[in-house]
């Protein structure tokens, strides 16, 4: 005779509700400026357990009633949740939270995944601080502002503890999509960084330019929208992609636009001038430019300018991915 499943002990298809209720975690942010209140929200919206913490408790109010649990300390939030999330302005202030009043006894078997901004050195020795309690550490760059974070371009670079990361990764996902980049917790800052200098080298080209245009009483917005903003997605997906290349190999071979063609005429820093356009964000590459095909690389790409900024050799540091 065939053992039936009495009603009690078949197994139960899983409801959406028991669904949701195992994906749920329990995460502590510290820190509700606008980007930990930012980070929390997206946390709670996605079903997780909140615990929230702020040195000023009244920005906590609206998250509170968004179903998050307020604690008077951070101790208690710490004591909450297996993973604890610092989003504060400066990186000298996280040792004292963390330590300060038992914070640092209940940290022992958690995992403290910190997205403030900082340097790779800060990152590493808090690593070490965090460590000798007891947790796991993540170092978090955030790559995102406020308004964006749960949405599909928001990103968080992340390193530091692999296994942290993989077990909390599904949590991390709900504000961001997750890089992880390695063990070395100072990678996520230094990529961080590299990515904003990026960033303001794109606003400083744009700056320029949006002078040039209102120079000779154009309409910036008009400029961008249809000109400035399909040139720079054009020149990012052909030029940057070979550029990398070179400068992982060291080797800047002639291309279709070598250096000293570039810098045969001065042509935007005299137009500029003419304009009165101030060239001072443009003189610092230009000076660069010539400088390396002064120094013999004019049948170069522009890539070879690298070397003036760093030259190869051995590294100090482990490198950025
Ligand atoms: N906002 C962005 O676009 C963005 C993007 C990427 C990364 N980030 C990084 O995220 C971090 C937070 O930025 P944010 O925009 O949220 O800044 P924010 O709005 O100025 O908030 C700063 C937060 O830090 C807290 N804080 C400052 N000093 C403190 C201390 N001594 N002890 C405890 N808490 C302290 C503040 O508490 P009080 O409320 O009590 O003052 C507040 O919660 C920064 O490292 C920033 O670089 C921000």
Not at 90 to 93: E, F, L, N, Q, V
Not at 297 to 304: A, C, L, Q, V
């Given at each position: 005779m065939t053992e039936q499943n009495t009603a009690a002990d078949a197994p139960q298809e899983p409801t959406r509700e028991s669904t949701r209720e195992s994906a749920r975690k329990s995460v502590t942010v510290l820190g509700l400026g606008a980007m930990g209140t930012a980070l929390a929200t997206s946390l709670l919206a996605a079903g997780h357990r909140v615990t929230v913490w702020n040195?000023?408790?009244?920005?906590?109010a609206a998250l509170a009633q968004k179903g998050a649990r307020q604690a008077q300390s951070p101790t208690e939030a710490i004591r909450d949740s297996p993973l604890v999330l610092v989003c504060i302005l400066?990186?000298?202030?996280i040792g004292p939270l963390l330590t300060d009043d038992g914070a640092g006894e209940a940290l022992r078997g958690r995992a403290v995944v910190n997205v403030t901004n900082g340097s790779p050195d800060e990152a590493r020795a808090l690593a070490e601080q965090v460590t000798a309690l007891g947790a796991d550490y993540l170092d978090g760059g955030v790559m995102a502002v406020p308004e964006i974070i749960?949405?599909?371009q928001a990103f968080v670079l992340y390193s530091g503890a692999k296994d942290a990361f993989e077990a909390h990764r599904g949590l991390l996902d709900a504000f961001a999509r997750s890089v992880y980049l390695g063990s070395d917790p100072g990678l996520a800052p230094l990529n961080d960084l590299a990515l904003l200098s990026g960033m303001y080298g794109m606003f400083g080209g744009f700056l320029h330019a949006a002078g040039l245009v209102r120079s000779a009483g154009g309409n910036v917005a008009e400029f961008t929208r249809e000109l400035l903003v399909p040139w720079l997605r054009a020149m990012a997906d052909s030029q940057l992609p070979a550029m990398a290349e070179q400068a992982d190999a060291g080797n800047y071979g002639a291309t279709g636009s070598n250096l000293a063609m570039q810098v045969s005429h001065d042509a935007i820093g005299a137009v500029s001038r003419a304009q009165g356009v101030s060239t001072e964000l443009f003189a610092p590459l230009w000076e660069l430019m010539k400088r390396r095909v002064a120094d013999g690389?004019?049948?170069?790409?522009?890539?070879?300018v690298l070397e003036l900024v760093h030259p190869r050799g051995p590294r100090s540091r482990p490198a950025p991915v």
């Open positions: 040195r000023t408790p009244h920005k906590a400066d990186y000298a202030d749960g949405k599909p690389h004019g049948e170069e790409s522009i890539g070879g």
